[in-house]
């Protein structure tokens, strides 16, 4: 059954710090490829960033330097720590993950990957 859980959205001042986390069945999780986009109201997705089975990262212009995806294997869970958070970074943020290629696992495929969850809000004031 695939199953995708997000959790640990909420709103932070500009600069804050939050950490999401994505439950997966374990069927999802031997997909070889998660990531996260998001999408903020009346904008079209967005990727954010991707992990492949070997363990490389792929990210946003936008996100690098301040987002962090990571996988912890034992628990079948994906994370992504955002750091120094800005305004625009506001949105609603979905953990994704399909079967493919290394160069598929990438942020322009992920916000069409066929598995995600049901999102978590990320709000950042300025």
């Known amino acids: 059954q695939v199953q995708l859980v997000e959790s640990g959205g909420g709103s932070v001042q500009a600069g804050g710090s939050l950490r999401l986390s994505c439950a997966a069945s374990r069927y999802t999780y031997s997909s070889n490829c998660m990531g996260w986009f998001r999408q903020a109201p009346g904008k079209g997705r967005e990727g954010v960033a991707t992990i492949y089975s070997d363990g490389s990262t792929n990210y946003a212009d936008s996100v690098k330097g301040r987002f962090t995806i990571s996988k912890d294997n034992a628990n079948n869970t994906l994370y992504l720590q955002m750091n120094s958070l800005k305004p625009e970074d506001t949105a609603m943020y979905y953990c994704?993950?399909?079967?493919?290629?290394?160069?598929?696992?990438?942020?322009?495929?992920?916000?069409?990957?066929?598995?995600r969850g049901q999102g978590t809000q990320v709000t950042v004031s300025s």
């Open positions: 994704t993950a399909a079967a493919g290629g290394r160069s598929y696992c990438s942020t322009d495929w992920v916000p069409t990957f066929p598995y």
